[in-house]
């Protein structure tokens, strides 16, 4: 963690509030000013935070889509990956590689690994997820190596796709977050092409996981180069290569950027099904040490890529909520226990207070619900909050514009690109 704290100045050309956007106008400013001074959106939510990723993509899709075609060029890095993710991991343009964990000699962090370091990453008894909750089975965990083993015939990272907005004229940067420990073994990192020949383009020496307590963040980069295929980052690889992992080890985070001052997207909290009730439960049963680590990681990766550490944290639900209607108000309570977690963990990490802020969005128009109240409920508590922005879905594009791409609760990669696009729009 940081151990300076300072305080984010930062000047406002017009804080003119969009039509449909109200509360604070601090995330409309980190929107409008990314490219000088960096933003990372982390989304929490339900299903359609990430819904039927690949295939469909959820709003970490749309959002990104939208920031894509409106400002080519800009996106600064992948989404920040849990490792030990198997289902579905939500991102634009970029997915994960490899078989199932756990694999190859890993075992679950949780159930095996240091304490010193699982408790900077430990879900306690709730069920985060980063991949969509109980149907893809994978909850908040890391993977652990143990003494004396080495990982065999295993291709563990990231794939980004040719197209992908990370472009093929900068340096690419390949980011694994891990715990440094006692005892600790060895690390080394590989990126290659992604299709045919799959040429080696960097390979890192073996670096120590000895040492006092603590959560190290190792980088393997490439330099601006024409890359016309895809692209792949290991943090394990096929022994095959000599390039292997040596126990005990314990990797958390993974991610790939650009230096450069832009946009990320991605899926902080994604689980299918759940009500707002739920993913504060989560939210809250996670240690501190938890979220500090994750927020610090959004942090510490975009000041690496020469932003200022701008976070805004998109809460999205509501169609889920089965007492709502009972209970007038109640998920308010539910997004602003959200907001004070999270807040507390920022804070609690050293990190500057103006450089966090909040989006929280219901859900889009849904055949069969009517969210007036709910909407107008989340407006009003906008105003109570000095870092939450709510964004009014009806009053940015009407439901005739989506309603062709929409199947139930949730909505088609097309759908999800059309309101993302118009979201960024009119933030922009």
Not at 36 to 61: E, K, L, Q, R
Not at 107 to 112: D, E, M, P, Q
Not at 265 to 273: K, L, T
Request: aromatic share 10%; glycine share 10%; hydrophobic share 40%.
């Amino acid at each position: 963690m940081r151990s300076l704290r300072t305080r984010q100045i930062f000047t406002v050309a017009s804080s003119t509030m969009p039509v449909g956007v109200y509360g604070s106008y601090r995330a409309v400013n980190f929107i409008r000013q990314m490219t000088s001074s960096g933003v990372d959106i982390a989304m929490i939510g339900d299903s359609n935070t990430g819904y039927n990723a690949p295939t469909d993509g959820g709003y970490v899709w749309g959002l990104s889509y939208g920031l894509d075609v409106a400002r080519p060029s800009t996106c600064y890095a992948t989404p920040i990956y849990n490792l030990m993710i198997q289902g579905n991991s939500a991102g634009y343009k970029s997915s994960l590689q490899g078989a199932a964990l756990p694999v190859g000699g890993y075992v679950s962090g949780k159930a095996s690994g240091p304490a010193a370091i699982t408790s900077l990453f430990d879900r306690g008894t709730g069920t985060w997820s980063e991949s969509g909750g109980a149907s893809s089975g994978t909850y908040l965990d890391y993977p652990y190596l143990a003494s004396g083993n080495q990982t065999e015939n295993i291709n563990r990272g990231i794939k980004i796709d040719a197209d992908h907005p990370l472009g093929v004229s900068n340096e690419l940067r390949y980011r694994v977050l891990r715990g440094r420990f006692s005892g600790g073994g060895s690390h080394r990192y590989r990126i290659r092409l992604g299709d045919a020949p799959y040429t080696a383009l960097a390979t890192s020496s073996a670096i120590s996981a000895n040492g006092a307590t603590a959560l190290i963040a190792d980088e393997t980069s490439v330099a601006a180069a024409t890359r016309t295929t895809s692209i792949e980052s290991f943090w394990s690889v096929q022994s095959a290569a000599s390039v292997f992992n040596t126990g005990p080890v314990a990797p958390l985070l993974q991610s790939m950027y650009t230096p450069r001052r832009g946009w990320a997207v991605d899926a902080m909290y994604f689980f299918g099904g759940a009500t707002l009730t739920n993913i504060s439960t989560d939210v809250n049963a996670a240690t501190t040490g938890t979220l500090q680590t994750m927020l610090a990681e959004y942090y510490n990766r975009q000041v690496a890529a020469g932003g200022a550490g701008r976070l805004i944290v998109w809460l999205q639900g509501g169609v889920n909520e089965s007492d709502w209607t009972a209970k007038p108000g109640a998920w308010l309570t539910q997004w602003g226990s959200i907001m004070d977690t999270v807040r507390t963990a920022w804070l609690t990490a050293n990190l500057p207070a103006d450089n966090l802020s909040f989006v929280a969005m219901c859900t889009h128009d849904v055949t069969g619900y009517d969210f007036t109240t709910r909407r107008a409920q989340l407006i009003q508590f906008a105003n109570t909050q000095s870092d939450l922005t709510v964004v009014h879905i009806p009053e940015i594009i009407p439901f005739s514009s989506y309603s062709a791409f929409a199947s139930g609760a949730h909505l088609s990669k097309a759908g999800y690109e059309t309101v993302g696009s118009a979201i960024i729009n009119r933030l922009l």
